[in-house]
């Protein structure tokens, strides 16, 4: 059973920066791409950035410049780094991993963003 845990989420003021982390544990085959995406009340979730295991990246143009994604593959585990924050970026943000051509999510967590 594949289990993908977030943490970091928490709230921060305007300017401020957290940094996510997606362990993922359970699965049998090696984790093909890792990524994360928000979804704020009343909108559908979005693309925040995504990393393939050779570490080729891709960034929501809203994210470009602020935030990072790398990953960690012996231990399973991708990171987000939210500089900068803007109040727009407040959400929960979720973890996404595909492996063996299935995908899988993370259960959530909460970014809130003060101005």
């Known amino acids: 059973q594949v289990q993908l845990v977030e943490s970091g989420g928490g709230l921060v003021q305007a300017g401020g920066s957290l940094r996510l982390s997606c362990a993922a544990s359970?699965?049998?085959?090696?984790?093909?791409?890792m990524g994360w995406y928000r979804q704020a009340p009343g909108n559908r979730r979005e693309l925040v950035a995504t990393i393939t295991r050779g570490g080729s990246t891709t960034y929501a143009d809203s994210t470009k410049g602020r935030f990072t994604v790398f990953r960690d593959n012996a231990k399973n585990t991708a990171y987000l780094q939210m500089n900068s924050l803007k109040p727009e970026d407040t959400a929960v943000y979720y973890c996404n991993a595909e492996i063996y051509k299935r995908s899988y999510w993370g259960q959530g967590t909460q970014v809130t963003v003060s101005s």
């Open positions: 359970g699965s049998r085959f090696g984790i093909d791409a």
